[in-house]
């Protein structure tokens, strides 16, 4: 028996409930409010296999009325992501001339139930009359996925990839799946796909997380940066959407008549939740959490996770807690400031927006760009910590935190590819920026590069250097720069942790977090990155509160030597 709908003025809504006539008189009124359509014209089936009405969840929804031309999702399960899209898709193919809509699935077996399911079932019911006005000039399916071409030129395909052709409209299904289950597929859809999509295109990328390290785990973590830097986004940046499993309604349990008993963990873990996104959850919300743990047991976290940094399981034991690590996620905030700095002159330009991405990338980010919350204080003292790497283009990064020494708050940030030369250069224009800050470089590697250009440039006196023992010649001599071994390592790694769990960490930015998750020890007890993730910014920030806690100090009668002509100086 169909129960009739009705709206806000008691009117009914329900279609199933009206003649045909009815039905013609009522949707001509409604058809060209597409919130409508999405929310009352097709049919879906339901987890119990029955054709019901589609209506957007809160969380669809607020997709919708955020959504930008290119969108990644990451997402908890079951939140009907994929249907809402790809109804969106088929409703753009059917009340658009020439749009081509393509949808790709991570194999061939569910290219098929989602062309089956989420295309043709509300197409084919549709209300006859209706159906009728939509002309078809070609319609094909199978096990691999199908396709519709309508008589008004647009379309909409499911398949594994698109390579030729161009696409308007464009969803990518479970990506995360993608690329941990079949990495020349995630390749494909990299350098075919998304190459393939129009400069005015919208595209939505969704999928649960799937580990760290592969493409959507690297473009989700790029937009979250993006995000979070506070920079406009333009047409082609991706805009960043999390839904957690406490944003469903349906994701509630009843308390028991004794009240919600809560072990000491779930107390901090749902306190460092509620710190973390700003929300409160109610006590049905975490007996449902409670339950439904003990069922998914190590994957809750990844299936149904509570913060976008959680989603992503790592698969050694973490560094650092992630509890405190959450609670210091919660106070990140945007930054102040956003430069485009130039290493060899240090002249800065404030960046309205980022710089267009390179040939061979998908997305713009905040590499090569320095992140201020603080402007110099004048009776301030700062440390610089600074880590080095090759500078190739695609590996590792260089980066440098500058931190307060009265409380260790993160003041100014700086991460990307610059070769030794120009990385020291960048960071004497930044010292010289704050005070004339205490800059500790790593002296590993190409560190010595750089610290051989930082000397001739910087004052020595305000680079950290070690005593040396020649034991040859029995002397004693300086060493500038940190030399991180093996020994050395833990010292600066304890004393974050320590700052992390009293709460004092001095984390602003997001990016230093989100390398903090997936820092853990590997099979030798070493501590290091994930595979295909960094610890440049987690060494960099370490390093800065070591630098902090060994920096000399200044006296208060040395005046800070400053150029007339800097912009500072005014």
């Not at 990451?74 to 749009?99: E, M, P, V």
């Not at 959407?241 to 107390?267: C, E, I, N, T």
């Amino acid at each position: 028996m169909t129960v009739p709908h009705y709206d806000a003025e008691g009117v009914n809504n329900s279609l199933d409930t009206m003649t045909e006539a009815q039905q013609r008189l009522f949707i001509a009124a409604k058809l060209s409010n597409p919130w409508w359509r999405l929310n009352n014209l097709y049919k879906v089936e339901n987890e119990s296999g029955e054709l019901v009405t589609f209506h957007m969840r809160p969380a669809q929804r607020k997709l919708f009325e955020s959504m930008h031309q290119k969108n990644i999702i990451l997402k908890a399960r079951q939140l009907g992501f994929s249907t809402a899209i790809d109804i969106y898709l088929l409703d753009q193919a059917l009340f658009n001339k020439n749009i081509k809509c393509g949808i790709v699935a991570q194999d061939k077996q569910a290219a098929g139930e989602i062309f089956r399911t989420k295309i043709a079932v509300p197409f084919d019911n549709l209300p006859g009359w209706l159906r009728s006005t939509f002309k078809i000039t070609e319609r094909r399916s199978g096990a691999n996925g199908g396709y519709i071409l309508f008589a008004h030129g647009s379309s909409i395909q499911v398949a594994t990839s698109f390579r030729s052709g161009t696409v308007q409209r464009l969803h990518i299904s479970e990506h995360g799946k993608i690329c941990a289950k079949y990495p020349a597929k995630a390749k494909e859809v990299r350098t075919g796909t998304l190459n393939a999509v129009h400069a005015e295109s919208i595209v939505f990328i969704e999928s649960t997380a799937e580990g760290v390290g592969g493409d959507f785990h690297g473009m989700s973590t790029r937009a979250m940066e993006l995000q979070k830097s506070g920079i406009g986004l333009t047409k082609q940046d991706f805009a960043f959407h999390f839904y957690a499993w406490w944003m469903d309604p349906k994701y509630v349990a009843p308390v028991p008549a004794g009240g919600l008993v809560l072990s000491k963990y779930h107390q901090e873990y749902f306190a460092a939740v509620e710190m973390s996104m700003d929300i409160t959850l109610t006590d049905q919300q975490m007996q449902w959490y409670i339950r439904k743990e003990i069922e998914q047991q190590e994957e809750m976290k990844q299936e149904f996770p509570s913060t976008p940094q959680e989603a992503f399981l790592t698969s050694g034991r973490r560094v650092f807690s992630p509890i405190p690590t959450m609670r210091a996620e919660g106070r990140c905030i945007p930054p102040l400031i956003v430069y485009d700095i130039d290493p060899v002159t240090g002249n800065k330009t404030k960046a309205q927006s980022l710089r267009h991405a390179g040939k061979d990338e998908l997305q713009r980010a905040v590499v090569n760009h320095l992140l201020v919350w603080e402007l110099p204080d004048p009776d301030e003292d700062y440390a610089i910590g600074a880590d080095v790497a090759e500078g190739l283009e695609h590996g590792d990064r260089s980066s440098f935190d500058i931190v307060k020494r009265s409380n260790g708050d993160q003041v100014a940030h700086w991460y990307g590819h610059l070769d030794a030369e120009l990385y020291a250069m960048l960071l004497a224009h930044v010292g010289r920026m704050y005070n004339n800050a205490f800059v500790g470089p790593e002296r590993n590697n190409h560190g010595h590069a750089v610290l051989q250009k930082l000397r001739e440039i910087y004052p020595p006196r305000y680079i950290y250097s070690e005593q040396h023992i020649d034991h040859v010649n029995d002397d004693e001599t300086k060493k500038l720069g940190w030399l991180t071994t093996r020994q050395s390592k833990p010292i600066m790694i304890e004393g974050l942790k320590t700052l992390l769990r009293d709460d004092i960490s001095g984390i602003r930015w997001s990016g230093t977090i989100s390398e903090m998750t997936t820092y853990v020890y590997d099979k030798k007890g070493s501590m290091n990155a994930q595979e295909g993730c960094f610890d440049d910014q987690v060494m960099s920030y370490a390093l800065a509160q070591e630098m902090r806690a060994r920096m000399p100090a200044r006296p208060r009668h040395e005046p800070i030597k400053r150029d007339p002509q800097h912009w500072m100086a005014h």
